[in-house]
C-alpha cells in the first residue's frame, strides 16, 4: 500500500519566489493535514481538510500561504512570495476519519528559501 | 496552551525498557491518548493510542493511570533504531474533531 507521497522532496529557491509543495493522501483517506516543522516552533499543524473542504486553517502564518485540494487524491500548499524564514520541513498527513484514527505522514518536503 | 507534559530528554540503555512517561491532568473523558515518534528527517510515525485501558502492540505498550492523568509508554527492549523524539498527544476521536497537535516531544537516546 503506497503511503503519502509529497513532493518535492527538497527545494531550495530564492526569497520572491513562488513554491509550490505537493501532496497524494493515502486512498480512502478523507482527512488531510499540512504541518511544517521547524527548529524554533516544532511541529505546527497550518491546515485540515475533511472530504476535501478546509477545516481549520488558524495554524496558516499568514497570507502569504495558502493550501488547496482540488480532489480526494491531491493537494498543494503554496507560498508566493516565500521568505527566508519559510525554510522549513513541510509535511503532508492524511487518515480516514472515525474514532481512534491515526494519521499517516509523508516523508516531508524539504524547504529552504535563499 | 498544552495539554500535555513531556521531559524533554532521556536516555536509555540498549536492550534495557524504556518508560516515556506523560502528563495529561486536564484530559477529558472523551480523549484519547496517541504516541507517535519521530526519526531524525522523517515523517512523524504512529506507535499506539488508548482511551483508558492499557495497550499494547508490536511496538510498545501504553499503560494510562487510572484517573487518566497520566500515562507510560513502554519500549520493552530498546534498540539502537528507537533514538527518535517522541510524543504524546491528546486529542478527541471522531468525526469533526480530527486535527493532532504536536507538543515539544521527549528525545530519547538509546546507548550502545
Known amino acids: 500500500d503506497a503511503g503519502v507521497i509529497q513532493s518535492p522532496r527538497h527545494e531550495v529557491t530564492e526569497m520572491g519566489q513562488e513554491v509550490t509543495l505537493r501532496c497524494k493522501p493515502i486512498?480512502?483517506?478523507?482527512?488531510l493535514f499540512w504541518y511544517r516543522q521547524t527548529m524554533m516552533r516544532g511541529l505546527e499543524l497550518l491546515i485540515y481538510?475533511?472530504?476535501?473542504?478546509?477545516?481549520?486553517d488558524s495554524g496558516m502564518p499568514e497570507d502569504r500561504f495558502s493550501a488547496k485540494m482540488p480532489n480526494a487524491s491531491f493537494s498543494t500548499l503554496k507560498i508566493q512570495p516565500s521568505e527566508p524564514r519559510d525554510s522549513a520541513v513541510y509535511f503532508c498527513?492524511?487518515?480516514?476519519?472515525?474514532?481512534?484514527?491515526?494519521?499517516?505522514f509523508g516523508e516531508g518536503s524539504w524547504l529552504t528559501v535563499v | 496552551d498544552a495539554k500535555t507534559t513531556q521531559p524533554p530528554s532521556m536516555d536509555c540503555a540498549e536492550g534495557r525498557a524504556a518508560n516515556l512517561p506523560c502528563n495529561h491532568s486536564t484530559i477529558s473523558g472523551n480523549e484519547y491518548v496517541y504516541w507517535y515518534r519521530q526519526i531524525h528527517s522523517q515523517g512523524p510515525q504512529y506507535i499506539i493510542h488508548g482511551l483508558k485501558n492499557n495497550e499494547t502492540n508490536e511496538m510498545a505498550s501504553l499503560i494510562i493511570t487510572e484517573d487518566r492523568k497520566s500515562s507510560t509508554l513502554i519500549l520493552p527492549h530498546a534498540t539502537l533504531r528507537d533514538t527518535a523524539v517522541y510524543y504524546c498527544i491528546v486529542r478527541v476521536g471522531g468525526w469533526g474533531n480530527n486535527d493532532m497537535r504536536f507538543g515539544a516531544g521527549t528525545r530519547l537516546t538509546v546507548k550502545p
Open positions: 498527513a492524511s487518515s480516514r476519519g472515525y474514532s481512534g484514527n491515526t494519521i499517516y
Open positions: 481538510f475533511n472530504n476535501n473542504v478546509p477545516i481549520d
Open positions: 486512498s480512502g483517506h478523507d482527512y
